[in-house]
């Protein structure tokens, strides 16, 4: 499986972003797909995940009503729209996808990456 994200970007505070990962390959192994997020001299931390069929989706506590993940099988995207962007939002996104069971948060369980779209939040 092979991912790329993109939409990141430059903006301010109270704004919204649109981040898109674009999956290819053996996009039917998929059984869930993540976004996770890596800030300057932090560790990456989980954001939000969604079940590639059914549809449940899962967040962190710190994004929960700002942040929306969705997917579109048909294209074998998946979104995450970003609003109300903090400054501490600022980070690289990456999106990841997994092909066995297992916790959505634990970056362990997710085989596939991309390179991860920079999300810049200026206050």
């Known amino acids: 499986v092979q991912l790329l994200e993109s939409g990141g970007g430059l903006v301010q505070a109270g704004g919204s972003l649109r981040l898109s990962c674009a999956a290819s390959?053996?996009?039917?192994?998929?059984?869930?797909m993540g976004w996770f997020r890596q800030a300057p001299g932090k560790e990456r931390e989980f954001v939000a995940a969604?079940?590639?069929?059914?549809?449940?989706?899962y967040y962190a506590d710190s994004v929960k009503g700002r942040f929306t993940i969705s997917r579109d099988n048909a294209k074998n995207t998946v979104h995450l729209q970003i609003n109300s962007l903090k400054p501490e939002d600022t980070a690289v996104y990456c999106c990841?996808?997994?092909?066995?069971?297992?916790?959505?948060?634990?970056?362990?369980?997710?085989?596939?990456w991309g390179q991860g779209t920079q999300v810049t939040v200026s206050s």
């Open positions: 390959g053996r996009t039917f192994s998929i059984i869930n």
């Open positions: 990841a996808a997994a092909d066995r069971d297992g916790l959505w948060v634990a970056r362990s369980r997710y085989d596939y």
């Open positions: 969604i079940s590639w069929r059914g549809g449940s989706t």
